[in-house]
C-alpha cells in the first residue's frame, strides 16, 4: 500500500506508472488556467465604449492625482472633466465599478487576472476615465503588456510625475503612453515622445468629431509613429 503524503487536489496533479510490479508515483504542480469569470472577480470587469474599437479599463477621474488640481483651474483640459459627467455620474453604478477597481489595484493577481481578460483585445485603451495612480501601478501595466503581446495598448496620461524617470525605451513594444498637455491650446511637452494636446482653434487630427463621435478605422491615438494626436476641444 503506497501512500502519498502530500496534497493531492489542485492544484497538484499526479501520473502513476507500475511497471514489473512496482509502482511509481509522480506528483507535481500545475499551472492552473484562469478564467475570463475568475479574472473579472479579481479586477472587476473592463469597459466598453461606444467610440472604441475595443475594450478599455476605468477608474474614478475623482482620484486622478494631477487632474484633481487641474479640474480647479480654468482653461484648462481637466476643467468640466467629461468622465466627471453624464454616464458617468448619472448612473451609480458606473460609479461604484470604477471605485472596485481601484480596490482591485492592490490584489495579487491583477496582473494575470487583467492580462486574462485583455489578451483577447487587438487594440486596447486604460482609463477612459481616471489615470495612472503611482509608479506600482504603472509597472503592473507593463507586466500586461508584456503577457498579451498580440494586443496594442494605449494609455493616456497627465501624470508627468511618473514619466519623467522612465527612459521609453523601457516601455514594451505594444505600448504606446501619450503624455497629455494641461492646458486647452497649450503645445506638446518636449520631455517625452508621444503626446497629446487640445486646441480650441481649429486644426485638430483627431477625426472622430467628424465620424460621428467613433474611430472606425483610426488607430492613430496607437500608432507610435504618429508623435502628437491633437484633439478638438470638447
Known sequence: LLKIAAPCGPPYKFWALTYMGLSYIYLYESEEIMLVKQAKQLTGSLTRTSKMPGLSYSISAWRCKTGAKLRKIPGSVC??????????????????????????????????????????????????????????????????????????????TREAQFLKNIDPATVPANLIIRMSSHM???????????????????????????????????RACWTRSIANINYGKH
Open 184 to 218: 486647452v491650446d497649450q503645445g506638446p511637452v518636449k520631455f517625452w515622445p508621444w503626446t497629446s494636446t487640445v486646441t480650441s482653434k481649429g486644426g485638430a487630427t483627431c477625426p472622430a468629431p467628424k465620424q460621428g463621435g467613433k474611430c472606425l478605422d483610426c
Open 79 to 156: 476643467a468640466g472633466c467629461y468622465a466627471l459627467k453624464g454616464n458617468y455620474t448619472r448612473y451609480p453604478a458606473i460609479r461604484a465599478a470604477q471605485n472596485l477597481r481601484m480596490q482591485k489595484l492592490k490584489n495579487k493577481k491583477w496582473i494575470e487576472a487583467m492580462a486574462t481578460q485583455v489578451k483577447r483585445q487587438k487594440f486596447f485603451r486604460w482609463h477612459d476615465a481616471g489615470d495612472i495612480q503611482s509608479v506600482e501601478h504603472l509597472n503592473k501595466i507593463f507586466e500586461v503588456c508584456k503577457l498579451t503581446p498580440d494586443t496594442q495598448h494605449w494609455i493616456p
